[in-house]
């Protein structure tokens, strides 16, 4: 994805992530229509805006 200092831009071209926790200490995230393409961690942590 082309990058732009237009955040509006970026809003519209992004890919929506799920996250899901298998169990407490476990979270997958997977791209909104691909579940073969995840990423699972250990450790997340909560965003701030």
Same mark, same amino acid.
């Given at each position: 994805?082309?990058? =732009?200092? *237009?955040?509006?831009?970026?809003? #519209?071209?992004?890919?929506?992530?799920?996250?899901?926790?298998? =169990?407490? *200490?476990?979270?997958?995230?997977? #791209?909104?229509?691909?579940?073969?393409?995840?990423?699972?961690?250990?450790?997340?942590?909560?965003?701030?805006?």
């Amino acid at each position: 994805m082309p990058r =732009s200092d *237009d955040p509006d831009a970026d809003r #519209e071209a992004s890919t929506a992530v799920q996250s899901f926790q298998s =169990s407490p *200490d476990w979270t997958v995230f997977t #791209e909104e229509g691909n579940p073969d393409g995840w990423i699972a961690t250990d450790l997340t942590v909560d965003l701030t805006r």
